[in-house]
């Protein structure tokens, strides 16, 4: 009887110490799912947030795209992208304080790059002009860089 007994005790060991090892085994495997997922999140975000900045700004020209509609302008310490609305307003769209930064005023109104509006986060954003083909070069917060080049569609329209 003892003999029993004892053996029912270690079958019953024994088999707690398997459901252990499961669980553990299934735990690991769930913090290892997790952890890929949330780096697989975090990339991903990082590239819709680049990609975001690049359709923003691929948008904004082609609404603009117009004769004399779209040109580049010293704005404040930065260079700024200028879109005509009519012949009296403007939007700048530049980068400022870490952000890429929207201004709609008159056109000859002398406000600050720190009037804007908060758009997307931007570690930098440098413009160039020349024959109708615009190249902004983005900088995300995490210092890569991507390069948008647009070829103005209006015609003689582009004003360097």
Not at 77 to 104: K, P
Request: hydrophobic share 40%.
């Amino acid at each position: 009887m003892r003999r029993q007994k004892s053996q029912y005790h270690t079958q019953g060991l024994a088999a707690l110490l398997l459901a252990g090892l499961f669980a553990a085994c299934a735990l690991a495997v769930l913090l290892t799912g997790a952890q890929a997922y949330s780096r697989l999140t975090q990339r991903d975000q990082a590239v819709a947030q680049r990609r975001t900045c690049a359709q923003y700004l691929a948008t904004r020209v082609r609404q603009a795209d117009q004769k004399d509609g779209v040109s580049v302008a010293a704005f404040g310490d930065t260079d700024a992208l200028l879109l005509m609305e009519g012949e009296d307003y403007a939007t700048r769209i530049y980068c400022y304080d870490g952000y890429l930064m929207e201004l709609f005023a008159a056109k000859d109104d002398t406000l600050a790059p720190a009037d804007g509006t908060r758009i997307l986060p931007s570690g930098g954003l440098a413009l160039s002009l020349e024959d109708g083909l615009l190249t902004a070069i983005l900088t995300t917060p995490e210092g890569t860089t991507d390069t948008l080049r647009l070829s103005l569609r209006s015609g003689e329209g582009a004003a360097a």
